[in-house]
């Protein structure tokens, strides 16, 4: 019986050390996590609103650029002027009167 257990608990033990081995760093970037060059500089939005897309991404919301420029990141213009930062076209500028044109 004890070499049962013993056998038992080796084997635990070694799917938890193959388990970790496939495990990715805690530091590596995930797909929700936004990398630094697709955030925009806030400060050359007027706005500094958030929000989640359905695949659990972290979106700028639309906003209006301070200096006139195309914010970098930006996806597409909406027809108000603002700057869409949208990873999918679906949605896009819907309460900002649509898509102007995508860049």
Not at 11 to 34: E, R, W
Not at 59 to 87: E, L, M, N, W
Request: hydrophobic residues 30%.
């Amino acid at each position: 019986m004890k070499r049962l257990l013993f056998t038992f608990a080796l084997a635990l033990a070694s799917l938890g050390a193959a388990h970790a081995q496939l495990a990715p760093p805690s530091s590596a970037p995930t797909k929700q996590q936004a990398t630094p060059q697709d955030a925009p500089d806030e400060s050359k939005l007027q706005t500094h609103n958030h929000y989640r897309n359905k695949a659990g991404q972290e979106v700028h919301s639309p906003s209006k650029s301070t200096d006139g420029k195309i914010p970098a990141g930006a996806s597409a213009q909406c027809r108000d002027g603002s700057y869409s930062f949208s990873k999918n076209h679906r949605g896009t500028c819907s309460h900002h009167g649509g898509v102007a044109s995508w860049l």
